[in-house]
């Protein structure tokens, strides 16, 4: 089992910039595909941006396609998410998540380990 703790949410203005990052613990960080996922208020969960257990193999979001970028250091045992041209409807609560095995995947219900998020506002 790993445990996963997000940070580096906060208040940005309209195309600036913020970068998140999520520590794993608890188990082998190596072995888990990461994911990054977002919640409005009042709107389902979605998914954000993906990685394979090595690094070498990402995925993202239309919305979020040349602006947000996922990352990951397996000796410090984080995954990152840098996200560049800030809009207001990027406007969430981040979550990061994990998956035993290479590859990953793009449904909330394929991730069983859940950080408890952290809130990006992004200002007009």
């Known amino acids: 089992q790993v445990q996963l703790v997000e940070s580096g949410g906060g208040l940005v203005q309209a195309g600036g910039s913020l970068r998140l990052s999520c520590a794993a613990s608890?188990?082998?960080?190596?072995?888990?595909?990461m994911g990054w996922f977002r919640q409005a208020p009042g709107k389902e969960r979605e998914f954000v941006a993906c990685i394979s257990w090595n690094g070498a193999s990402t995925d993202s979001a239309d919305s979020v396609k040349g602006r947000f970028t996922i990352s990951r250091d397996n000796a410090k045992n984080t995954v990152y998410l840098q996200m560049n041209s800030l809009k207001p409807e990027d406007t969430a609560v981040y979550y990061c998540a994990a998956r035993s095995g290479y590859m990953y995947y793009y449904q909330v219900y394929d991730y069983p380990y859940w950080g408890q998020g952290t809130q990006v506002t992004v200002s007009s």
């Open positions: 608890g188990h082998t960080f190596s072995s888990y595909a």
